[in-house]
DNA sequence: GTGAAAGCGCTAACAT
DNA sequence: ATGTTAGCGCTTTCAC
């Protein structure tokens, strides 16, 4: 009753093209090395469409020992839409490579990441942010051939880039005393951090001081005081870890009966869509996810096939939005 | 080199318990009707602990025709931040009856769901848009024992209610003339026209006109020429599909020099973070992610083991959150 | 109460 | 070029 319908398994395959389940097993896979005939060939394809042949999964990655299977670890934290297309993009690369992604939210009671990679028998794990070395050991325990990335801060390297960028528009725009608003959610700090470093080269290469780092979270009121800090220090443009905080420091300004540029110029990341909806249409800087989200793919295949990969360069991938608030 | 470490199976931790593969097998699923000691069942359990057993979940889902794995399908459209809290919910409530939760991303260029769930060996799979009946029929020959939701529609059934809460809300504060902002994203569509219908009842129940509703994109102008619309025909509070939509209205609002709640009263759904900071903050209705995981989990756990089960009621999961722009 | 043995559906040496 | 065969690690029926 449970289960009316039998499975159609290879061996059917193989009776209707008769051929033995060797060759199927091998036209199938497309296994290099082998020189079947373009007739069998066809034969096993025609078959298998006929029945509506679908490799039971769980037999295959037992044999085989590996999967094709990638999971994606979220940690749980406040992330915008951009992130969506990301996983898109990534998704689409990775099964151009046969590769099927799926993704596992971290969250306080769910269960640990090396729980799931070891139900789903994911052959690769990526994570958004880097795992420790404990982590990344329980993934390979629990079965993981590859674990991205491989060395702390790795994946990061976006961040950086990123809060160069905006630095540099802000400097460009005649700013000398900038300001960084970094996320007040903990989770969130090493990708801030990040953005920040960017932010501090970015100044030191103009000879400027370091941008003034706050912390805000998405409270007006807490956002209204960093930005009294600011203000008080002489900041006069400030960069923010994403659109939201960004937009909690507009906010902040407009608590004041302040606005930007003109008090305060704002530049924000990630390019959410309510930033241009806000009060002034928010600068911000967007990057490339559909290259990100390749060059991750890249990065998995290879690692998959056990060779180092460079993750190559952001060049390029980095576009900054200039709205009326800067 | 790329797999070093022997896997530990059963039989290491049946040697080293000094009892058979079944009884490991049979104490560690905590089989029913069995009566084993406690000594040998504490014997297998150290053994497990001390070589840190991990079952092949391919081989098991294998031998036993079943995988514990349940597959969320999230369509491609602008979630917000809110379907996290949602997904987290529903993991935790799914991870307490042993399944594990992954999430698969529907991009136009990705894997169709069923190929993913062939993959993944799921045995259930949830849809956060109703599966059309072919799709559903794939994921079934795909191996999924349970599709959810069973039948369209039930699992917008939060949606309708949605719609209902917002419209009271405006018909409490003495608006008589409604609008309703659906959202131009056309895979919205379903949950949009869910959530009109709710209003429209509530207006209905109130003896007052149903809302006039307008779809408006994410872009000011557009925004700008709804509220046109509305304004010249009377409306004087509107629902919006979301706070996104809602958002945009405001900012539709602000173009044309007025604002909420003079002009027009708002209110958006989901409480996003920044709702609050929005020029007037935003009154949304927010609703209950924890209870609808929970009730999810719930009825996932009846369909595999091939019950039916009532999604029981929406009663006391929604909360209208009253902010300055309504 | 516990163990032996037969698969689950597939892959991959090894023969032919 | 194709078939034979032996597992992959686990569950589960059936004897003991």
């Not at 499975?7 to 199927?24: K, M, N, P, Q």
């Not at 996810?289 to 360069?313: P, S």
């Amino acid at each position: 009753m449970t289960r009316p319908a039998k499975r159609i398994t290879s061996e059917d395959v193989a009776r209707l093209a008769g051929v033995s389940r060797t060759t199927v097993s091998f036209v199938l896979n497309n296994r290099p090395g082998q020189s079947i005939p373009e007739e069998t060939r066809r034969r096993i394809f025609d078959a298998a469409k006929t029945l509506q042949y679908r490799p039971h999964a769980s037999a295959r990655s037992l044999a085989a020992g590996r999967s094709d299977i990638v999971l994606l670890s979220i940690p749980d934290l406040p992330i915008g839409s951009g992130i969506s297309r990301y996983i898109e993009e990534l998704a689409a690369a990775l099964a151009e490579n046969g590769l099927t992604l799926v993704t596992h939210l971290e969250g306080a009671h769910g269960r640990p990441v090396a729980d799931v990679c070891a139900t789903v028998a994911a052959s690769a794990v990526i994570g958004l942010l880097p795992f420790t070395r404990e982590a990344a050991a329980a993934l390979h325990s629990a079965g993981a051939v590859a674990v991205l990335p491989p060395h702390a801060g790795e994946d990061l390297e976006i961040m950086e880039p990123v809060g160069h960028a905006q630095a540099t528009h802000l400097i460009d725009r005649g700013h000398t005393q900038l300001g960084y608003a970094l996320p007040a959610h903990t989770a969130l700090k090493p990708m801030g951090d990040e953005r920040l470093r960017g932010a501090n080269s970015a100044c030191a290469a103009a000879g400027l001081p370091a941008p003034l780092a706050l912390s805000t979270s998405l409270e007006i009121a807490d956002a209204a005081a960093a930005v009294r800090q600011w203000l008080d220090q002489g900041v006069t443009g400030v960069c923010a870890f994403n659109d939201d905080t960004a937009i909690a420091v507009l906010a902040g300004l407009r608590e004041h009966g302040l606005s930007a540029p003109g008090d305060l110029a704002v530049v924000g990341a990630d390019d959410i869509p309510t930033a241009r909806l806000a009060s002034p249409p928010l600068s911000t800087v967007a990057f490339d996810l559909h290259q990100a989200g390749a060059r991750q793919a890249a990065a998995v295949v290879a690692a998959l096939a056990g060779q180092d990969h460079d993750l190559g360069t952001t060049e390029g991938s980095l576009r900054v939005i200039q709205r009326a608030s800067s």
